[in-house]
């Protein structure tokens, strides 16, 4: 089976959230599992294209409704995932951001969903003097490249089209691309006539087109597929979800991680390397230096709390901020904060550390290294998201037995088990339900208080918490059951809905 992915990220090329993660991992998982699964991305100004080997592949021109575009696609493997990166003036190959404006990302990703299936074309006649190769599947992620599976479902007459299946992963409802329809018209994209779409007047909103038309429908974690047919979290979108759950066509497939590169047994960015036999004293060595460099006292008997995310009101981090500075203020612990995000947050955030100094400490930056000392190093991992679709930050962290306190939604509520306040004999984690700073200043007491008081249940629940399995395994064959129901909707004795 061949599946082609399109995304606007890729780890390591480009990322600004758990989409990059994914595309990153997934992919790989599914060619050791006998898919050949490659990727396409935009080529951004930012990638190094000497460092990660990309080569000019082979270039043609797409006739636009005001006039032709020059694409030129480039190509690299990594991992073993072969990768074609688009460029294409003005909208792809300069400029050192990934995302930008609305008026400026809405058409450029628009473009690039109508590049994709240009490309695919190209591929099939075996352009760049390669063996022809076409997708039996076309896999989009999030709004960016949503818009790709109607321009297939509308070019199904053709029979180079007819049999590809088409699948759409929703990484954050929150995002969408909507009023969009300036942008599509000047695009020459056709009307959009699916009944669901039009009845709930989402003919303009590109992830909205993007559930209509795929064949079907994931998402991240079960739980999160479970609120998104919500109000809460289906902004806005939630009945057209809900229509396609009624068919079957959507299910929550949890995210897993590249369990080769998060490793703690092996990772040479750690000060001393450990696994679940030698956690103890491999992370006590790890939290020496992470104390050292952030200028906090090197104490082994303090509990310290880490937090690495975007700095954003979806991650909680309005309501941590208060409650770590009622913990900062009354309780012997230390705090190390990574991240940037909202101006605001940050400012509340870098505020915090200055007053609690001696124990608190804030790198308002992006900083992967860092992050993963964070993972192996702290004891407490705060991650008090307001909703979280899957999130990797809390697997990360147990992985590197590092406690994770968290908010019980989504892909949280999928993957941390919340301690019995006994001898952990279940649990690998702290979980609270509330969305209050106070649940957060209660959750961070109790994890500290264990940490004190109950170390040896403690311990069990962090070898437990690195013996849990986050590898793509399962979860990749569940992708491959829904790529053959997707191509099933096509076969002659299918039935496309």
Known sequence: MNVLFASAEMVPFAKAGGLGDVIGSLPKALRAAGVDARVIMPMYGFIDRAAYKIAPLFNFQFSKRNGTAEVFISYTEYDG????????????GEGGHLYTTWDWDVPRF???????????????????????????????????????????????????????????????????????????????????TQPDLVYQDKTNNLLAIGLAYSDTIST??????????SPRFGEGLEGMVRARNQTGDAIGILNGLDVERWNPATDPWLVKTFDTTTFLAGRAVNKADLQQEAGLQIRPDVPLIGLVSRLVAQKGI?????????????????????GTGETELERQLWRLCEDFRWKARAYLQYDALLSQRIYASADLFLMPSRYEPCGTGQMLAMRYGCLPIVRETGGLADTVTNYDNADAEHGTGFVFSWEESEAVLGTLRWAVDTYR?????????????????????????????????????????????
């Open 81 to 92: 995932v072969p990768v074609y990166f688009l460029t294409s003036w003005p909208f792809f």
């Open 318 to 338: 309005d309501l941590a901020v208060p409650a770590l500075r009622r913990l900062l203020t009354d309780t012997d612990c230390q705090f190390v904060v990574l």
């Open 453 to 497: 008081h109950r170390p040896q249940a403690f311990q069990r629940m962090q070898q437990r918490a690195m013996q849990q399995d986050f590898s793509w395994d399962s979860s990749a064959q569940k992708y491959i059951t829904m790529y053959e129901r997707s191509l099933s909707k096509h076969q002659p004795s299918g039935k496309k809905d």
């Open 220 to 229: 991240v974690s079960p739980r999160y597929a479970v609120e998104m047919q």
């Open 110 to 192: 628009i473009f690039f969903s109508q590049t994709i299936l240009a490309t695919m074309w190209q591929l099939g006649q075996g352009a760049g003097k390669r063996t022809p190769w076409t997708p039996d599947v076309l896999h989009v992620n999030d709004w960016h490249t949503a818009l790709a599976p109607f321009l297939l479902d509308y070019s199904r007459g053709d029979p180079y089209w007819a049999k590809m299946g088409s699948v759409i992963t929703i990484h954050n409802m929150a995002y969408q691309g909507d009023s969009a329809g300036g942008w599509l018209y000047d695009a020459g994209v056709p009307g959009r």
